[in-house]
């Protein structure tokens, strides 16, 4: 998912509109925007694409100087409107807008206990949690949403928007990215991604901490922690796959990182041929780093149909293969009779490449060698990426000679962990990996995984 927030700017809900179509890629299936106008908390939401979702109306009637904004890819809870967020909650002390990036992996032991208290929940996401948590805490909203952070595992970027103040949160592992920026004289923005402050002329001011929670209100801002950082853990597959290209994730260039991933594979994993192709457009950039280092051609040997949405996000297998069908073609003149190095970012459940080398082949392709910027994905995600079970890993089941013989392709080779961090280029002193999450490379799970998670994604 992505987030969005703006606070103290006059067209807050316009710069929302425009900050979560810059994060578009993180999530297709619904998005919405709670603004407020320092009286009353305004809502819109609906399904589908950020552009279908709002008309110039829509954002007219969304009144206010703060707002908060979110586009859904589904990962925990399942689809619907009902899930569809900002969630809006109504009490006595006033409204609450409320949104979230990332998954919670004690969800279900909460709201057994939440429901054993009293509460009753609307839908049927874990992100409607920290509400309930925070409804049954003392104190002013800061003091009772330190306390319900405690309570919460997993991974979360959080945004709330009470009247007058905005608070953001992010888990203590610091699992899904999140940063800070001005804007006009007063103004601040929150983003899940800083290619959302570029489009609507923000400056960049610096990333939220694991374990921080900001309060702003129209005097300033206040940071606290609600908890001692431990073992920062930044998603690696936000630099591999997830993030765009022209996002600084902890300062650190997409693009970039994965362009070095792209040299870093080349030393690894060196082969003799006569092109180097990108599956578009996660692995172009690591193609140009592969076909920088290796001292061979980079070719656009595959062009992709800039109007289909990621495949990825498509709800079932059948679907999937269909949309990768549709989306991407070879240059037949380019790729005939050549010795073709192919680059993609990252081998799910192998359709992608499966169809790539065969679509090599069919165009004249002599011989086609795969070579993936990331690690073989062995142990499901539990923190908001969508893959989260075993079963749909093709590297959970199989050796990468078995998988190179499924994909059809004449060799494979992925990077290594360390061949990533070293890639990636984060400081060794953010901690083990560099401070990067690597769990679904190698199953070194940041937080503690109860039975339940660990057991529904097992099927
Ligand atoms: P596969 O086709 O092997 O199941 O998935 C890998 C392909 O899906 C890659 O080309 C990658 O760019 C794309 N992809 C789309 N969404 C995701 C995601 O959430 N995670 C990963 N790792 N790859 C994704
Ligand atoms: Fe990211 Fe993988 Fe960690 Fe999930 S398990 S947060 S996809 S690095
Ligand atoms: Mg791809």
Same mark, same amino acid.
């Given at each position: 998912c992505g987030v969005f927030g703006v606070f103290n700017h006059e067209n807050a809900a316009e710069l929302t509109y425009y900050g979560l179509h810059a994060l578009q890629h993180r999530g297709q299936e619904g998005a919405g925007i709670v603004t407020s106008d320092g009286k009353m908390l305004h809502q819109h939401k609906g399904e589908g694409l950020v552009r279908n979702v709002f008309t110039q109306q829509d954002i007219d009637r969304l009144k206010g100087i703060h707002s908060i904004g979110h586009v859904r890819y589904s990962?925990?809870?399942?689809?619907?409107?009902?899930?569809?967020?900002p969630f809006l909650f109504r009490s006595q002390s006033g409204p609450l807008g409320l949104c979230h990036n990332g998954n919670l992996v004690n969800a279900n032991q909460l709201k057994v206990y939440l429901e054993s208290e009293g509460s009753i929940f609307?839908?049927?996401?874990?992100?409607e949690i920290l509400a309930h948590l925070l409804k049954r805490q003392r104190g002013d909203m800061l003091t009772a949403l330190k306390e319900s952070l405690l309570y919460i595992e997993g991974a979360f970027a959080f945004l709330l928007l009470k009247e007058n103040e905005m608070y953001i949160a992010l888990d203590k592992f610091g699992l899904r990215p999140l940063s800070l920026g001005r804007i006009g004289d007063n103004g601040i923005v929150v983003a899940s991604e800083t290619c959302a402050f570029d489009v609507i002329g923000a400056e960049y001011i610096r990333d939220v901490k694991p374990g921080e929670v900001i309060r702003i209100d129209l005097e300033g801002i206040t940071s606290e922690r609600y908890a001692t950082t431990c073992d920062?853990?930044?998603?690696?597959m936000e630099y591999?796959?997830?993030?765009?290209?022209d996002s600084d994730v902890e300062g650190i260039n997409v693009h970039q990182a994965r362009k070095n991933c792209g040299r870093i594979l080349a030393q690894e994993a060196p082969i003799e041929a006569d092109i180097v192709v990108g599956v578009p457009d996660s692995g172009l950039s690591a193609a140009i780093g592969y076909a920088e280092e290796a001292n061979i051609p980079f070719e656009i040997g595959m062009v992709k149909n800039?109007?289909? %949405? +990621?495949?990825?996000?498509?709800?079932?297998q059948t679907l999937r293969e269909q949309g990768v069908k549709m989306k991407l073609s070879a240059v037949r003149s380019i790729v005939k009779d050549k010795r073709v190095v192919l680059i993609d970012d990252s081998i799910v459940r192998g359709t992608t490449s499966r169809r790539m080398v065969d679509m090599l082949r069919e165009a004249g392709a002599k011989e086609v060698h795969v070579r993936i910027?990331?690690?073989?994905?062995?142990f499901p995600c539990f923190?908001?990426?969508?893959?989260?079970?075993?079963?749909?890993?093709i590297a959970a089941t199989h050796t990468t000679e078995q998988i190179c013989e499924v994909i059809g392709a004449d060799s494979l080779a992925f990077i290594s962990v360390d061949g990533l961090t070293k890639g990636v %280029? +984060?400081?060794?002193?953010?901690?083990?990996?560099?401070?990067?999450?690597v769990a679904c490379f190698n199953?070194?799970?940041p937080t503690y995984l109860y039975e339940d998670v660990k057991c529904a994604n097992k099927e």
């Open positions: 990962t925990a809870g399942g689809g619907g409107i009902m899930n569809v967020q609307q839908t049927t996401s874990d992100s920062q853990s930044m998603c690696s591999v796959y997830f993030a765009r290209p800039k109007y289909i %949405g +990621r495949t990825f996000i498509q709800p079932s910027a990331s690690p073989e994905i062995k923190y908001g990426v969508d893959f989260s079970t075993y079963d749909e890993l %280029g +984060r400081s060794p002193k953010l901690g083990k990996n560099c401070g990067q999450c199953g070194d799970y």
